[in-house]
């Protein structure tokens, strides 16, 4: 007779440590400080300008296997504590039909600019089943990280109403401010329907697998904080609302004086750009009574071009300032700039590795 095997003799496999950005989301303190860099799957990498040689951006955000292929390899090249799902803010209008397309050296350039009632309510609404390139993309990508979470993101209703309204990138924003202040009711009317395509676009990334989401708010920056919460605070905190199971980060450039508001908008982590000391948006964040805030950032993207010791003093000053908080992310104040030396990311990867929390 065959013997039985004696399984239940056998030590249990030791559970998997969990990652330390989550840890860091959380609040509590991981085994070391997690990193990961905006931008950091892009024009930076010589791999990707390879992968992306002859190919429209917009199709690469809509073909599994390349946008697979583009988000692992900073993680296989520097060891960074997360993936961000390879996509654009504007992926989600695309895929609900609206006329937007990437302009190579000036950015999202829309077709029919929307500035009217009428035009918004013309917008199409976003079925889940137009976005199934991205889900497979983020199954794909979970098949290949194994304990390396994965982020997915998404443009903030202001930041995409922007865009809309403009008919592309702005220095000033004068026309969509102009329609915040002079027809509030069609403002409000078309952030609404962003906000609902942005909610679409973040719940089929989590349904599909992300671990993290980030909102992205490029562009509220412009804005008072008196203006923030009345025109844009109501419907990014309704995005926030809607998308469960997940840490949340909120980030912004130049959003120093709207830090409090953006909090209140009811996401775990509050990015920081380089504007502000990171102990000092810790100050700003923090409610009395309240769990200490959990923050993201900050690293002027301009000092990974500087010599290795003024490199290595700014990462350390911004761990330490970090310290203030409840749970600290490391990652720039914005995206990394394309003439970044990629070997320089992954010295400040092993930097911020190999100190403590």
């Given at each position: 007779?065959?013997?039985?095997?004696?399984?239940?003799?056998?030590?249990?496999?030791?559970?998997?440590?969990?990652?330390?950005?989550?840890?860091?989301a959380a609040g509590a303190t991981p085994a070391h400080p997690p990193?990961?860099?905006?931008?950091?799957?892009?024009?930076?990498?010589?791999?990707?300008?390879?992968?992306?040689?002859?190919?429209?951006?917009?199709?690469?955000?809509?073909?599994?296997?390349?946008?697979?292929?583009?988000?692992?390899?900073?993680?296989?090249?520097?060891?960074?504590?997360?993936?961000?799902?390879?996509?654009?803010?504007?992926?989600?209008?695309?895929?609900?039909?609206?006329?937007?397309?990437?302009?190579?050296?000036?950015?999202?350039?829309?077709?029919?600019?929307?500035?009217?009632?009428?035009?918004?309510?013309?917008?199409?609404?976003?079925?889940?089943?137009?976005?199934?390139?991205?889900?497979?993309?983020?199954?794909?990508?979970?098949?290949?990280?194994?304990?390396?979470?994965?982020?997915?993101?998404?443009?903030?209703?202001?930041?995409l109403a922007s865009y809309l309204i403009e008919g592309g990138p702005?220095?000033?924003?004068?026309?969509?401010?102009?329609?915040?202040?002079?027809?509030?009711?069609?403002?409000?009317?078309?952030?609404?329907?962003?906000?609902?395509?942005?909610?679409?676009?973040?719940?089929?990334?989590?349904?599909?697998?992300?671990?993290?989401?980030?909102?992205?708010?490029?562009?509220?920056?412009?804005?008072?904080?008196?203006?923030?919460?009345?025109?844009?605070?109501?419907?990014?905190?309704?995005?926030?609302?809607?998308?469960?199971?997940?840490?949340?980060?909120?980030?912004?450039?130049?959003?120093?004086?709207?830090?409090?508001?953006?909090?209140?908008?009811?996401?775990?982590?509050?990015?920081?750009?380089?504007?502000?000391?990171?102990?000092?948006?810790?100050?700003?964040?923090?409610?009395?009574?309240?769990?200490?805030?959990?923050?993201?950032?900050?690293?002027?993207?301009?000092?990974?071009?500087?010599?290795?010791?003024?490199v290595e003093r700014e990462v350390r000053r911004i761990v330490d300032?970090?310290?203030?908080?409840?749970?600290?992310?490391?990652?720039?104040?914005?995206?990394?700039?394309?003439?970044?030396?990629?070997?320089?990311?992954?010295?400040?990867?092993?930097?911020?590795?190999?100190?403590?929390?």
């Amino acid at each position: 007779m065959t013997p039985v095997p004696d399984t239940a003799a056998r030590p249990a496999e030791p559970a998997a440590a969990p990652a330390p950005l989550l840890v860091a989301a959380a609040g509590a303190t991981p085994a070391h400080p997690p990193v990961w860099f905006m931008r950091q799957a892009g024009r930076s990498l010589p791999e990707y300008r390879e992968v992306r040689e002859g190919i429209p951006m917009l199709q690469a955000c809509f073909t599994p296997e390349l946008v697979c292929e583009i988000t692992m390899q900073p993680v296989r090249r520097h060891g960074v504590d997360a993936a961000i799902l390879f996509s654009d803010i504007v992926v989600p209008l695309v895929a609900a039909g609206i006329g937007v397309d990437i302009v190579p050296g000036t950015g999202p350039v829309v077709a029919e600019p929307v500035r009217t009632e009428a035009a918004v309510a013309g917008l199409p609404e976003l079925r889940p089943d137009q976005l199934d390139a991205v889900a497979q993309a983020v199954r794909l990508l979970r098949a290949e990280l194994g304990d390396t979470p994965l982020i997915g993101f998404a443009g903030a209703p202001f930041t995409l109403a922007s865009y809309l309204i403009e008919g592309g990138p702005s220095r000033h924003h004068e026309r969509t401010k102009a329609l915040m202040y002079s027809d509030p009711a069609t403002w409000h009317a078309l952030l609404a329907a962003l906000a609902t395509i942005t909610t679409t676009f973040l719940q089929v990334q989590v349904a599909a697998g992300v671990q993290v989401v980030q909102l992205f708010d490029s562009w509220a920056g412009a804005l008072s904080e008196r203006d923030y919460r009345e025109f844009v605070l109501p419907h990014s905190s309704r995005v926030l609302a809607a998308v469960q199971g997940v840490p949340k980060i909120h980030f912004g450039v130049g959003t120093s004086e709207l830090l409090p508001a953006m909090r209140e908008a009811g996401a775990d982590v509050v990015g920081v750009d380089w504007r502000l000391p990171l102990d000092e948006a810790v100050r700003r964040l923090t409610v009395p009574g309240g769990p200490a805030p959990v923050v993201q950032g900050n690293l002027d993207p301009a000092v990974l071009l500087a010599d290795w010791d003024a490199v290595e003093r700014e990462v350390r000053r911004i761990v330490d300032e970090g310290r203030a908080a409840g749970g600290h992310i490391v990652n720039l104040g914005h995206g990394v700039l394309p003439n970044t030396d990629p070997a320089v990311l992954t010295r400040v990867v092993e930097l911020v590795h190999s100190l403590t929390p």
